[in-house]
């Protein structure tokens, strides 16, 4: 989805990633492709959209880069206000049906749409939308995608060659996003709130259970906010034997920021 206006171009690109409980961001040179700078920036809470735009004010008269010119802004907004279409049943005309079933939608809120081509499945959402509001005035032009758009897109890249199943598991501070491929499809694509690791662990678990997937021989790969020596991590290798914290040593963007580096 892409917002328009004037704006002042130069040869370099801004993505942003916004959740509730944190922003991060890259800025790149497009030509060479090469990362000039990365921010990530943890919230001591979650907080609700009104609250995003005061931290998120606060942040960009923090760091001067992110007021600065340029010919490409990208924003992704990861947050549980989605669902996932099939593209031979979507129609732009029926938004709001697709999200009033488990999404709570007021009058203000705008509804988006992301195409996920590989899959012909239609990725519907609603981004904040005072925080648009506020890059809009601030960038001008910007694309911007939901983050579980990003998730499926890359997951089913890198796991194109594998017969088994797989599940890749995406951590925030106080969610998680959850997806499941074999070969080249998608078998399911989720995100959960959670408050402590026993949260976590039941709705993985669950997810496996109603797959059919045995948590002794099933792959899974966590990104995002985790560590090995997290007790998150702890209690799920005591469930779940063939999990590992994946590295990609390709980009300098950590995986603790994995669905934004897709944007690279």
């Known amino acids: 989805m ?3 206006n004037q704006s002042h171009t ?3 690109k801004l993505s942003i990633q916004v959740c509730l409980d944190g922003l991060s961001f ?3 040179a497009i030509a060479s492709k090469e990362v000039i700078s990365y921010k990530a920036i943890v919230f001591e809470q979650k907080v609700d ?3 995003l735009l005061t931290e998120i004010t606060t942040i960009f008269n923090t760091y001067p880069e992110l007021k600065t010119s340029y010919s490409k802004v ?3 907004y990861s947050n549980q206000l989605f669902t996932l279409v099939p593209k031979a049943v979507f129609d732009p005309e029926k938004l709001t049906d697709y999200l009033k079933f488990n999404t709570k939608i007021l009058a203000t809120d705008f509804i988006a749409y992301d195409h996920i081509e590989t899959q012909d499945i239609v990725t519907v959402y609603i981004p904040y939308t005072n925080i648009n509001n506020f890059f809009f005035d601030t960038f001008g032009s910007f694309d911007y995608y939901h983050g579980m758009s990003l998730f499926i897109k890359k997951t089913l890249e890198k796991d194109a060659q594998y017969e088994d199943p797989r599940v890749h598991i995406h951590v925030h501070k106080n969610s ?3 997806v499941v491929t074999q070969k080249k499809k998608l078998l399911l694509a ?5 408050r402590s690791k026993e949260d976590f662990m039941y709705y993985t678990l669950f997810t496996l259970e109603q797959l059919e997937l045995n948590p002794d021989t099933i792959e899974v790969f966590l990104t995002g906010a985790i560590q090995k020596n997290d007790a998150l991590f702890e209690l799920a290798y005591t469930y779940i034997r063939n999990i590992e914290i994946k590295e990609d040593s390709t980009t300098s963007i950590p995986t603790t ?3 934004l580096s897709s944007l690279l």
């Open 190 to 194: 989720n995100a959960f709130d959670f």
């Open 10 to 12: 130069i040869s370099k």
């Open 2 to 4: 892409t917002n328009n």
């Open 257 to 259: 920021d994995y669905i």
């Open 26 to 28: 890259f800025t790149q």
């Open 74 to 76: 990208e924003v992704v």
């Open 176 to 178: 998680f996003d959850l």
């Open 49 to 51: 959209p009104a609250s």
